[in-house]
Structure formats: structure tokens, C-alpha cells
């Protein structure tokens, strides 16, 4: 059990780019999230996957978001046309099941300039 | 979206005492989560709650979830430096159990 990885660690971005992270579950957990947290709050949900399906999006989640976990292994965060206010920490998780305890991956510090 | 309450806001103790935080939601929960988050990094699982008026012990915390599933609270014992982090509390409603909705945060920090 090597923990939930995520990557980049830090990103630094004009805005307008793009920008894609990726996040590597716990190998044996078939729940896999994405959470948002700014400065002084607390994580966000945005969206979650059962294997590869994706089975509910936040209203956080705006047209420029799109998420992806092709194989129900790893998973993938885009972010187009990216904004000031789409700085934040990007939180990814997963669980072995439903109403279980999230473990969380380091996150993907975003600053949009 | 759901909202959690939670309290203190920030605390500022001496090494070695006891800490108590809470947190409150206007909603009936049926699970409920205690993390620690360090600068930089993401939220650890402390303790996890899954039914009404049980309490948990994992080392010096001691979390219990409130009979009423409207509340929890968390205690430090004997409180150490690397305490310092914040503390967030996490519930599960009981017509979505997909995700987790987590309060703001009690900020600790500890005097040596």
C-alpha cells in the first residue's frame, strides 16, 4: 500500500492555459474523488468514481472542468481556460467503499497568475 | 450543500494540556470523520464514526459521535508539539453516501 499519489505537486500557470493532474489511488480501493480547498476552508467535493464510471459531479464543477479514470486505475483532473479563482489545493481520495473512511493523496497546489 | 459547524475556529494551548473541539450540523449525519491536515499536505484520517453515541480512542484522541447524529467532538489528551495542524470534521448524510462533507477547520497550535 504506497498511499494515494498525486502530480504535480505544484502548479504554476498563466491564465487561459490549461492544466491536467493526475491522481494514483490505493490500488485496491474502487472509489476514487476530487476535492477543492482554498485558503482557510475545508475540502470541497467535486466529483467521484466508481471503477470508471463517474457517478456525480459538484455544481463546483463548471463546463471547464472535465475528470476522467479511463481504466479505473488512475484518474485525471483538466482544467481549461483557467481562471484566478481556480487557485486552490487539488485534493484526490479513495475509498474501498461506499461511507468509508477517505484516504487522501498530498495534493496539486494551483496558482493561476 | 451541507454545512458543518465547527469550533474553535483557532485555539492556542500550553504543551501539555487537554484540548476539546466540536463540531455541529443542522442535519442528521451517519458517519462521521476526525483528519488532521499539515501545511502542504492533504487531510489524514484520525478517527472514524459510524454509529450514534460510539466513542473511539486512537492513542491520545478521543472522538465520540453525538446521540442526537447532529454533532461530534474530538479531545486531545496531554497535547504535544507536532499536535499543531488543523482539525477538520467530516459527515456522511444519510440520503448520500457518496460523499463527505467536511467543516472549516480548527486551527491548533501548541506552546512548547
Known amino acids: 500500500d504506497t498511499g494515494v499519489s498525486q502530480d504535480p505537486r505544484h502548479k504554476i500557470t498563466k491564465r487561459g492555459q490549461n492544466v491536467t493532474f493526475r491522481c494514483d489511488p490505493i490500488?485496491?480501493?474502487?472509489?476514487l474523488y476530487w476535492y477543492r480547498q482554498t485558503l482557510g476552508q475545508g475540502p470541497e467535493f467535486l466529483t467521484y468514481?466508481?471503477?470508471?464510471?463517474?457517478?456525480?459531479k459538484s455544481r463546483l464543477l463548471s463546463d471547464r472542468f472535465s475528470a476522467e479514470r479511463p481504466k479505473g486505475s488512475f484518474s485525471t483532473l483538466e482544467i481549461q481556460r483557467t481562471e484566478q479563482g481556480d487557485s486552490a489545493m487539488y485534493l484526490c481520495?479513495?475509498?474501498?467503499?461506499?461511507?468509508?473512511?477517505?484516504?487522501f493523496g498530498s495534493g496539486t497546489r494551483l496558482t493561476v497568475v | 450543500g451541507q454545512q458543518l459547524n465547527q469550533s474553535p475556529q483557532s485555539m492556542f494551548i500550553q504543551e501539555g494540556e487537554d484540548v476539546s473541539m466540536n463540531c455541529t450540523s443542522s442535519?442528521?449525519?451517519?458517519?462521521w470523520l476526525w483528519y488532521k491536515q499539515d501545511p502542504g499536505e492533504g487531510p489524514v484520517l484520525l478517527i472514524a464514526?459510524?454509529?450514534?453515541?460510539e466513542l473511539t480512542s486512537n492513542g491520545r484522541l478521543t472522538a465520540q459521535f453525538g446521540i442526537t447524529r447532529k454533532d461530534s467532538f474530538l479531545n486531545i489528551s496531554a497535547s504535544i508539539p507536532s499536535d499543531v495542524g488543523i482539525y477538520f470534521c467530516?459527515?456522511?448524510?444519510?440520503?448520500?453516501?457518496?460523499?463527505?462533507?467536511f467543516g472549516s477547520g480548527t486551527k491548533l497550535n501548541v506552546k512548547p
Open positions: 481520495a479513495s475509498s474501498v467503499r461506499s461511507g468509508y473512511g477517505y484516504t
Open positions: 490500488s485496491e480501493h474502487n472509489r
Open positions: 468514481f466508481q471503477n470508471e464510471a463517474q457517478l456525480e
Open positions: 442535519s442528521i449525519f451517519n458517519t
Open positions: 464514526l459510524y454509529k450514534a453515541g
Open positions: 467530516a459527515g456522511l448524510v444519510l440520503d448520500n453516501f457518496n460523499k463527505f462533507y
